[in-house]
Structures are given as C-alpha cells and as structure tokens.
C-alpha cells in the first residue's frame, strides 16, 4: 500500500487552500464595516475621538488594506498568529489555552455518539419494521432536529434546577477541595449535560447512516453466502457486515472533525464551557481580527488534517480505496 | 386613565424599591464565599485604562478610590478621609488615609494619586473627568492637591467608584504602555478590599479578603468568586437553583419577572442611578426630514412609551423624559413628555404641509437599531408611525461595529439607541448635545449633529461651577430647551436589576452599584 505519492500530493493541496483561507478570511473580515476600535468604545461606554484614533493607530489600522494584509501573512509565515487586540494576550497562547477543553468536550460527544450511534444502527438494521427501529428512528431525527441551545436549555432545566444533580455552568467548580481525583470526578460532572447535547446531533447522523449502509450490506449477496455457509446471525452482522458499512461512517465522522471548532459554539456558550467556541464568540463579537483569523486559521489546518487521517483510516478498513490516489 | 395607570406603574415601582431595599438591621457575619457572576470576560482588571462594567465589578474590589458614595449621591471618605474645595474651586486638597497599603505591602502616598490621576488623564476613554487638570502637587505623603484650569464639579463623581482607581506607581510607573501593561490581568495589585487570586479568562475571577484593608473590620467575605455565565437563561438557571448567589445589570424584562416570583431571590432595581443608562429614539437633525423639529415631535407623539414600557419592557422599567437618568439628582421632571396623541400629530404635519399621497403616505424614514434587545422597539416604530402616514424602513445590523459605522457616520434617520451618564453631567451627558463634539466615525459622540448655543452655553456654565443650586437651575433649562427641540425622544433607562440570593446580606444599592467595594456584604 504506497501511501507517499497521496500523502505528499495531499500535503500540496493543505499548503494552497491554508494560503486561500489565510488572504480570503483576511479580506472578508477587512469588508465589515466597523472595528475593533467601535467595539472597544462599546466595553467603555463610549470613548473620545483621539482615543478611539489612538486605538487605530496602536493596531495599525490606519494603514491601507494591502499593507496589513502583507504584515498578517508576514506573521503567519514565520508561525505567529499575531496579538489579540482584545486581551492583549498572543493569539497562539489563546488558542492553546482554550484548546483542552473544547477536545476534551468534542472527542467525548463524538465517541459516544459513534459508539452509541453504530449500536442503534446496527440493531435497527436488522429489524428494520421492529418498535426499537422505529424508537431510534425517532430519536434521530428528534436529536438532529431539535436546536442544540433549546436542548441545552432543556436539560439544564430537567437536570440542575428541578431534578439539581448537574451543574448549572462552566467546567469545575473552583470550591472543590481534596486533590486532583475530586477535582476530576468535578470536571466530568460538569460534562455531562454538554456532552450530552453534543453528541445528540453527531448520535442522530451516525445512527442513520449505520442503519441504512447496514440494511444495504445486509441485503448484498456476500452476506447471503455467508449465511448460506451456516455462520451464526451475530457472526454474519459483527465479522462481515458491520466492516463493510461502516466505510461511509468513518468518512462522515471525520468529516465532522471541523466541529472541533464550529459545532461546538452553541453548546459551550450555554453550558459556558471556557472552549475555543466561546472564544470565537467572543472574539467576532468584539471584532478582534487577530484572534478570529488565529481561530480561523487552525479550524482550517484541523480539518485538513483530520481529512488525511479519514482517508487513511477508509483505505485501511476498505481496499477497493487503495488501488486509487 | 392613563394617568391613573401611569400613577399605579409608579406607585409599584416604589413598592418593588421598598421591598427589596437595604437588608433588615441584621448583624453582618464574617466569613464565607459568595459566588456571582458577571456577563462578559473584561479585557482586563485595571479600571483606570479600562472603562466597562465587566472590567468595573471586579476592578473596585481589587482597586480603592478615593472616594465613594452612598445611596443618596452623597461623597464620603474612602482612601480620602477628608478633602477641601479652595473658595475659588481652583484647587482640591485631598488628604488620605494613613497608614494605608497596597496588596504588596507598600505604603499608599500622594505620589500614587498623583500618578493615578495622570494615567487615567492620559488613558482612560472619557476625558472630561480630568480635563481641567493641570497638575497634582504633592506636599508630603499624606496630601495631594489637584490644581484646576476651572472649577470643576464633576471632580468628585469621577475620583470614585471605578473611574479614578489609585493604582501603584512602583508598578505600573515602570515605562511601559499603561494599556497594555501585563500587570493589568495578572498579579495585579490595588489597596482594595479583595485581592486577585486567579483570572481565568471565560471561567472564572477568584479574589481573596484584604487582611490589611485600610477599613478596620472590612471586608466580611472571605472570599469572591466572579463567575463568567454569558447566557442569560443559564444565568437565571444557576441564580433559581442557588448556584449563583449574585449576579448585576441583568436586564431581560421576562427573567427579571419571573425570579421576582421566587421566595429565595432579591430583585432591585437599586445601584444603577450613577452609571445612568439611558434609551431613546434618536434623529438625524441633519437628515432631509428629521432636520424639522416639527417632524420630530410629531414622531414623538407617535410612539407610546407608555406602550413599550409596558409590552416590552413588560414594567420592568419606568419613563425617562430626558436623557438625564431619572435618579440624578439634575433629572428634570416637568419637560413635555409627549405622551400618545395620533390627532396631533396628524395635524401638526398637515399644518407644516406634508401632504399624504394616495396610498396615504407623506413621507419614508429609515430607523436602526444595533442590538437584539433593541429590535421589538424598532420594530414597533413602524406600524406607529404608519399612523401618521410615515412609511418605515427597519434596518437591522450584523452586529455592533456595523450599527456604530453607520450611526457614527450619519448615515441615519432614526435611530434606538442607549447612552450611559457615568455619574456626573459633564462626563457622560453633554458628550450627546455639545455641538463640538460632531465627530464623524465616533459612535456616543454627537451623532444627532445637533448645534444650539445656549445648550452649548448652559453647560459650560454648569460644567464650571460648584454651586449645586446653579447646576441644577443650569440643567433644568438645558433639558427644558432639548425637550422643546428634541434632537431624541427619551425613553427609558434600561431595566438593569441587581438580582441577589435572600442568603446574601447588604447586597449593594449605592449610585455605583455592583461597581463599588463589596466590603460590606456578607452572608447570613
């Protein structure tokens, strides 16, 4: 299996579309009306005039468009991501502070809905007219249906202020004493309610593809042999057709990889989980260029890794992808 | 009957005041954690580069002023034990506390007002606090004096609260840009009641009690945890389950209604009366129709505040009649109100000659709004005047910085809009009316490009004396004048409730609110 010639053709690829997404985010970002310096006046309550000229002037945003564009990608080249203009932080060590959280959050909904999602497809696929295909059928859709910030809400009605087992916000509780195993136990309870929610919009798209790519292996003439030669109901689903459908699954999870950033924003702004979703939220709000490209920026090297990573686990799991580049 | 109904959303707001005013005379308890929370991650802790109300609450717990007031606009001492107006008011000598300290042990002196004073001069967004400033002497360590080019009255509100923090010159004087001083958000160090024990950016602000606080026997709290909850319903959430025990500025009409309801929680509309927020329909005096004052009002008459205050605001907010916040001790109440009257102003366009055409239009009107919680009113404005023949355009914004480009620029005709007073006339009042202050590109400038010499006059005159007397007659003519040619209709201050845990004794109500020390609230 020559995996160079792909790998290194796909690298190619990675470099042209980060320089697009580099200068076409920058551009678009410079033809909204208003700055940073307004939004800033906004925090204050208002602000003089040589104030807000001072401000233009400390992040260079008198200068004429060609000019900071050639200095951000200037920076971006020699792999700075640039200042952040509204916490006077470095962009990169933003990202990298909030980053932990939104993996730990987004990698935790996407297992569980993988795992959950196959099963319920799975089960579903082989009584498709049965009640449980239907139940799921239901949920799916619901679960895909539903807005994520309303199913937030909801939870955090049911399960912190009626029935209070789960925290109402953020991700630990800063009384919490008695060492690193509390503060864990704390953490994860915190988790629970966003995860939750996350993972119902992944658990609704994974449940049905698994079902539908299952029911199509399941009716293909192989499994029929299969059949034929005496293996058992659960040999035939487990051994020889759960492999071949779960192909379409794995391209549609790692499709989903750019919700590491984008899908996440609804969820960790109603659980107030400090994650880079909250961060982008916050940074478009205040218009604060830098912070937004940053974020932009990685979402973009995010989901062409994880586009890689996809195609090399589909080559893995199916070799009739192999033999192409 | 609308008076009477007007008479009974008064007489309830009093009954609302008076319900959930200052706690009962129970004996204040040392000791505890009260966790609240604020709605916005502030850029940084250091009010005297900052301004904001994020930035505040936590900055005048870590930063001491020298002054602070109490719930009746009253000054009184804070780091100042004392302080003395010149008969001329040319000079204000300020004498301090002794024996008061920063966090790190050093002592406060008047070198560190003195350079207060100029960081904030030089840094801070509203520079009429300390225009008139011309220089701060330093006799001895226990005394400052702060030399005027005029008398000027708005000196006291803006040495407290949030505006004049006193911040160390052994730490922020060593050469680097005040703004961006890395000492703003990290081991910060003040003199007030708290110190800064840990600033997590969109989680959470942790501050510890002040054991050599310059109050003896101050703070109560042991501890105050500031958490950051950006979503209002998950706010509201965590306040009913107790999660939350504080939380200020919240200003959405249906949750404030509906923790009134619950035994467990405070609701006051107490402590916003010096921030001053208020909410008004503004013109463009330039614009090809809303440059004649007779179009204005009948606009004015037009919309029903008493509509809005009721359906939107669903009385959670009461009426302002000028752009004075009602609890200023300046706020004139006896201006014309322009209260409902369709007839009118059906006539008084008919008779300045705007003819309707068949479809029964005279004329089309543009009117922006730049922030969710403004649109049902901007939206109302339309089928309002559709009864007086004016064809509306509602022009929502992306957001924000694309409402202020637009409105900074004039490119408006009517506008919902929301300016805040910060304590005294001059710094947060006259920046609307004063016709120096037409800044293209400057949102909360003079974006109605309205010119007036004798309002430019009058609050020169009540921006230059001490005379509280004066000011007041000064002001009242200022807002009988703006009134009569209404450059914006006023409307009403925003709904802002301090919402607090009945567990949590001397929530604070003075005019700074949330954006004072917290050194007298404790826990029950």
């Known amino acids: 299996m020559n995996l160079v010639i792909p790998v290194v053709q796909r690298i190619v690829y990675a470099v042209v579309l980060l320089a697009a997404v580099l200068v076409l985010n920058f551009s678009m970002l410079h033809l909204a009306p208003g700055d940073i310096a307004d939004t800033i006046a906004l925090a204050s309550g208002g602000a003089d005039a040589d104030v807000l000229i001072q401000i233009r002037k400390d992040y260079g945003l008198d200068q004429p468009f060609i000019v900071q564009l050639a200095r951000y990608v200037g920076s971006v080249l020699t792999f700075d991501l640039g200042y952040s203009y509204f916490y006077n932080q470095p962009v990169t060590t933003l990202i990298i502070e909030k980053l932990p959280a939104t993996l730990l959050l987004v990698i935790t909904a996407q297992v569980l809905a993988l795992v959950v999602g196959v099963l319920l497809g799975v089960f579903s696929a082989r009584n498709p007219k049965g009640i449980l295909s239907y139940i799921v059928t239901f949920i799916a859709l619901f679960g895909y249906a539903a807005p994520v910030f309303w199913t937030g809400i909801l939870l955090l009605i049911a399960f912190s202020l009626k029935i209070p087992i789960f925290p109402v916000a953020g991700m630990s509780d800063v009384t919490v004493e008695g060492g690193w195993f509390f503060e864990m136990l704390d953490v994860g309870r915190h988790m629970v309610l966003p995860v939750f929610t996350l993972a119902t919009i992944f658990l609704a798209l994974y449940s049905r593809l698994c079902r539908a790519s299952m029911m199509e292996v399941l009716g293909s003439d192989y499994v029929r042999t299969a059949k034929a030669k005496g293996l058992s109901e659960r040999q035939v689903v487990m051994k020889h057709a759960l492999k071949n459908s779960l192909s379409p699954v794995v391209t549609l999870a790692g499709l989903q990889f750019s919700a590491v950033v984008s899908g996440a924003v609804l969820v960790e702004t109603v659980f107030s989980w400090p994650g880079l979703g909250t961060l982008a939220l916050q940074s478009i709000i205040a218009r604060d260029t830098p912070t937004i490209l940053g974020i932009l920026f990685f979402s973009a090297l995010v989901v062409i890794i994880g586009n890689l990573l996809t195609d090399l686990v589909v080559r893995f799991i199916d070799p009739r992808v192999r033999g192409k580049t | ?524």
């Open chain 2, 1 to 524: 009957m609308k008076k009477i109904l007007k008479s009974l959303t008064i007489a309830a707001a009093m009954i609302t005041a008076t319900a959930v005013g200052p706690a009962t005379a129970e004996e204040p308890k040392k000791g505890g954690t009260l966790v609240m929370s604020i709605q916005a991650t502030p850029r940084h802790l250091n009010p005297a580069v900052q301004s904001g109300t994020f930035t505040g609450q936590p900055g005048t717990q870590l930063f001491a002023a020298l002054i602070r007031y109490d719930e009746g606009w009253e000054p009184q001492p804070y780091l100042a034990k004392s302080w003395e107006i010149a008969e001329d008011g040319l000079s204000v000598k300020i004498n301090l506390v002794e024996g008061a300290t920063f966090h790190d042990g050093k002592p406060i002196t008047s070198e560190d007002v003195a350079f207060s004073i100029e960081t904030v001069k030089a840094n801070h967004p509203f520079k009429s606090m300390f225009a008139p400033v011309t220089a701060v002497e330093t006799p001895d360590a226990n005394t400052a004096i702060i030399k005027l080019s005029q008398p000027h009255p708005a000196l006291m509100l803006a040495m407290s609260s949030q505006l004049l923090s006193i911040i160390p010159k052994h730490i922020y004087g060593d050469g680097q840009d005040a703004k961006a001083h890395p000492r703003n958000s990290e081991d910060v160090v003040g003199s007030g009641p708290f110190k800064l024990v840990e600033f997590k950016r969109d989680q959470h602000i942790i501050l510890e009690r002040n054991e050599n606080y310059f109050m003896k026997g101050l703070p109560y709290l042991d501890k105050i945890v500031m958490r950051i909850i950006k979503d209002t319903s998950a706010r509201t959430i965590a306040l009913e389950s107790g999660e939350v025990m504080m939380s200020g500025f919240e200003q959405e009409a249906r949750d404030i209604n509906r923790m009134k309801k619950n035994e467990n929680l405070n609701v006051s509309p107490e402590g916003y009366s010096a921030i001053g927020p208020v909410n008004w329909l503004a013109f463009n005096t330039k614009g090809e129709k809303t440059s004649d004052p007779v179009v204005r009002k009948a606009i004015a008459h037009a919309v029903d505040r008493n509509f809005l205050l009721k359906a939107v605001m669903l009385g959670t907010t009461g009426p302002a009649k000028t752009g004075i916040h009602p609890g200023s001790p300046f706020y004139n109440d006896s201006v014309e109100s322009y209260d409902l009257d369709i007839d009118k102003a059906n006539k008084m366009l008919d008779d300045a000659g705007y003819k309707a055409d068949d479809n029964g239009v005279r004329f089309p009107l543009t009117i922006d709004y730049g922030w969710a919680a403004a649109k049902p009113v901007a939206e109302y404005v339309k089928p309002a005047l559709k009864k007086i023949g004016i064809d509306v355009t509602v022009r929502s914004s992306a957001d924000f910085p694309t409402w202020a480009k637009r409105i900074s620029n004039h490119e408006f005709d009517m506008t919902f809009d929301n300016v805040f007073n910060w304590g005294d006339p001059v710094i947060g009042v006259h920046r609307t009316y004063s016709s120096e202050n037409i800044k293209k590109g400057v949102i909360w400038s003079n974006t109605q490009q309205y010119s007036n010499a004798r309002v430019d006059e009058l609050m020169q005159l009540a921006g230059s004396t001490n005379n509280i007397e004066e000011r007041k007659k000064y002001y009242a003519e200022f807002q009988q004048i703006l009134a009569d040619e209404l450059p914006l209709y006023p409307l009403f201050p925003s709904p802002y409730h301090t919402i607090s845990n009945k567990k949590v004794g001397n929530a604070p109500v003075s005019i700074w609110g949330l954006s004072s020390p917290m050194d007298k609230v404790f826990l029950k």
